[in-house]
């Protein structure tokens, strides 16, 4: 399976170390199948840091993941409202253990749905509903095998 990366370089490498934490599902390489998605996130990141719009492709064989740990959200639920939640406040120091994560792509106003339910104005239902991504519901590949950044 072909998978895209959206940056504002060419990726001719992955460096974990390079990742930042409160994302998603954590400190990993974000990939996405759409590369429609991809080219979205590289002029996102070309316009914000400056840089040129690059969508990087990555083969990956599905066939050999059998020793890998996976975790998989095959739509906005409440497991992976909590999920996102844990990754993304920085209050928590939130790790996962798992080398792949797959589910849906939250939307970008994630940091204000936490504060909002850290203090209590909205539900964790209203969490959830506010989380899906307005365009669609789009998913991402989360590569973030411990092994690659732990000391």
Known sequence: MILYHGSNMEISEIDLAKSRPYK??????????????ALSMARFKALTVGG???????????SDVN???IKKFDSYNQEWADFV??????????????????????????????????????????FLKNLEYKRGITFQYAFAPLWQYQN
Do not use: C, W
């Open 24 to 37: 998603d599902f954590g400190k990993a390489f974000y990939l996405s199948s759409d590369k429609q998605q």
């Open 52 to 62: 040129e719009e690059k969508v990087t492709a990555f083969d990956f064989d599905e």
């Open 67 to 69: 020793n890998l740990k």
């Open 85 to 126: 939640f844990n990754n993304r406040d920085e209050r928590q120091n939130f790790q996962h253990n798992f080398d792949i994560v797959y589910g849906p792509i939250a939307n970008d106003t994630v940091g204000v749905q936490i504060r909002d339910l850290r203090e209590r104005k909205i539900s964790m239902e209203e």
